[in-house]
């Protein structure tokens, strides 16, 4: 079992930037590939950006150019850089390590880009 915690959520007024942290309880953090999910009010959840265990990366449309995600194994943590953030990018962000047939969630964080 691989847990999962999320920080770095908050509000932020559009245009801003916030940096997600996801810190995995594994000592082969480096095994697993990454993603980054949101989900906002009464959509399906997306898929933002992934990482896998030999940094390949891609995005979603819809934030490439403005979202880098990262991982640092030595740390065991991933991270998702926002910057140009818009309200649309409002949702609840959760982490997804994965292995072979291990499949771990983080609990989210969440994400309000208001004025």
């Known amino acids: 079992q691989v847990r999962l915690v999320e920080s770095g959520g908050g509000l932020v007024q559009p245009g801003g930037s916030l940096r997600l942290s996801c810190l995995a309880s594994?000592?082969?953090?480096?095994?697993?590939?990454v993603k980054w999910y949101r989900r906002a009010p009464e959509k399906e959840r997306e898929l933002v950006a992934g990482?896998?265990?030999?940094?390949?990366?891609n995005y979603a449309d819809s934030v490439k150019g403005r979202f880098t995600i990262s991982r640092d194994n030595a740390e065991s943590t991933a991270y998702l850089q926002m910057n140009s953030l818009k309200p649309e990018d409002t949702a609840v962000y959760h982490c997804?390590?994965?292995?072979?047939?291990?499949?771990?969630w983080g609990q989210g964080t969440q994400v309000t880009v208001s004025s």
């Open positions: 594994t000592s082969i953090f480096r095994m697993y590939a």
């Open positions: 997804n390590v994965a292995w072979g047939s291990l499949d771990f």
């Open positions: 990482i896998t265990s030999d940094g390949s990366i």
